[in-house]
């Protein structure tokens, strides 16, 4: 297997480590200067860009960190896009070797990135604690969970997947201020973890770009820019220069859950499945044809162009059983924490008509013209 800190180099600090080889902090523009280094840089974001599922293997454990920290500088000089996509691949990469670890291990991983993780197994009883969650044909079903975690923990762990039932308190084993999880589960919730210590860190980085010389970096910028484009469709630049085409939408009239979820999307976050369901149903049923839905998902850290036009036809109802869905109910939006106002109505799409016609009624009024405005469809 390969070292811990090969496998996961966010868990030591980069000048720790210079420190520890050098004696010394070298400055970042000398280590991007040294080939070995900034060419596993590169190959981890050509890898998160591509999505690929495995991660690209470094030869050494020094050259796994210092080219993970020189990724973080390169991929702030490419746009902010790339920077969520390598945290959103580097969860993913997490979990493919997380869910393999010893037990004890997992609880020390945790810890170092801010997760309070207990290990409730031993030699002699792995398993944790063990309840009876079922009788079939006579013989109790048994469900073993050898890791706890303080609520206030797993819900920092659980606040993109807050809005799937699976992971709602009601829904778990807790038992005195704790939350108990099987080995799965408790990886699961760690990968989110580690997503928000690859972005803190990304952060944190970004003030050490101005140390590196532009004409160091400019050929791996460049190719990582049209990488970006060819994956996305579009690059930063066309972001702050060209407006994607609003096809009639009226984005000032959303409801406050549509914008607020619209807004964690532009912002290159993560959405859960019930969020980028009611997003994408409510821009489809407010008048959005499926290249606009497609154009403001692309901003999504794992965007797929393939899958999520897939899914984007299927729910307007182009594919599979022709079948356009509909947009969550308000009670189902508060049932799933989606809900952030009282809105006085019973869609996010009727308040958006609501609005709609509001505004057209008031400039119609005040050029005395008739009262045409929009309907729900």
């Known amino acids: 297997m390969p070292p811990l800190f090969t496998k996961y180099p966010y868990l030591i600090d980069l000048r720790a480590l210079l ?78 070797h997380a869910i393999t670890e010893e037990g004890a291990l997992l609880e020390r991983i945790g810890r170092a990135i801010g997760a309070n993780v207990e290990y409730l197994g031993s030699l002699g009883n792995p398993n944790g604690l063990c309840v009876d969650i079922a009788v079939y044909r006579g013989e109790r079903i048994r469900e073993c969970y050898p890791y706890r975690m303080p609520i206030p923990s797993y819900l920092k762990g659980i606040e993109t997947l807050r809005t799937q039932k699976r992971w709602m308190l009601v829904n778990r084993i807790v038992n005195k201020g704790y939350v108990y999880l099987s080995k799965r589960d408790l990886v699961r919730v760690l990968s989110e973890f580690v997503k928000r210590r690859v972005l803190n860190l990304a952060s944190e980085y970004s003030t050490y770009l101005s140390e590196v010389p532009e004409n160091l970096i400019k050929e791996d910028t460049e190719r990582l820019r049209e990488l970006v484009k060819d994956v996305r469709g579009f690059t930063e630049e066309r972001l702050s220069s060209e407006a994607i085409v609003k096809a009639g939408i009226r984005e000032e009239f959303f409801p406050p859950c549509i914008t607020n979820i619209m807004n964690s999307l532009l912002k290159g ?109």
């Not at 890898?47 to 080219?67: L, M």
């Not at 859960?272 to 009611?278: D, L, T």
């Not at 409510?282 to 839905?293: C, H, S, T």
């Not at 594919?319 to 356009?324: D, P, Q």
Request: charged fraction near 25%; charge should be positive.
């Open 19 to 96: 420190s520890r080889l050098y004696g010394s902090t070298p400055p970042l523009s000398t280590l991007i200067n040294i080939p070995r280094f900034r060419k596993h840089a590169v190959e981890l974001l050509e890898s998160a860009i591509k999505g690929k599922k495995n991660r690209p293997i470094a030869e050494s454990e020094d050259i796994a960190i210092i080219g993970f920290y020189l990724s973080l500088i390169i991929a702030n000089a490419v746009g902010k896009w790339i920077t969520t996509r390598l945290a959103d691949r580097e969860s993913k990469w997490f979990v493919t």
């Open 269 to 377: 976050e993560h959405l859960s499945h019930a969020q980028r369901f009611a997003l994408a149903t409510f821009l489809l049923n407010a008048g959005a044809d499926v290249e606009y839905v497609l154009d403001i998902f692309r901003h999504a850290p794992d965007f797929n162009e393939k899958i999520a036009r897939y899914q984007i036809e299927h729910l307007a109802g182009l594919r599979g059983s022709r079948k356009r869905y509909s947009v969550y109910s308000c009670d189902k939006m508060k049932s799933l924490g989606m809900c952030v106002a009282e809105c006085g109505v019973r869609t996010p799409l009727q308040y958006y008509f609501k609005e709609y016609r509001r505004h057209l009624r008031k400039t119609l009024s005040s050029r005395g013209q008739g009262d045409a405005v929009p309907s729900e469809h």
